[in-house]
């Protein structure tokens, strides 16, 4: 099943993420499968938190939270999707990426 706006009862972490794909047996458990975010590329305006994608202030960025587990604990492969409004797929690659 997917739902909207994850809190990780399943392992405890602190983070909310924007949807995820769990197990769903009767009510017996709420095991996450897969996790995601999801991103304006780029960050509206004001754009002044679009570093936030990979790095934030106090370990907030979108990347920084599926390393440090605020997101994704216990899971293997999770994701972010990146809405691109302008410029090119190649341009946030290489834009994040560096």
């Known amino acids: 099943?997917?739902?909207?706006?994850?809190?990780?009862l399943f392992y405890g972490t602190k983070g909310i993420s924007d949807f995820y794909f769990y197990e769903s047996e009767k009510g017996k458990t709420n095991k996450p499968l897969f996790i995601a975010e999801a991103k304006i590329l780029p960050a509206p305006l004001p754009k002044t938190r679009e570093k936030e994608y990979v790095?934030?202030?106090?370990?907030?960025?979108?990347?920084?939270?599926?390393?440090?587990?605020?997101?994704?604990?216990?899971?293997?492969?999770?994701?972010i999707f990146g809405f691109v409004e302008s410029e090119s797929f190649e341009f946030w690659k290489d834009n994040v990426n560096s």
């Open 1 to 8: 099943m997917a739902q909207n706006q994850y809190n990780d």
């Open 55 to 79: 790095i934030g202030e106090n370990k907030n960025g979108e990347i920084e939270r599926f390393k440090i587990g605020k997101h994704g604990k216990g899971l293997n492969k999770c994701g």
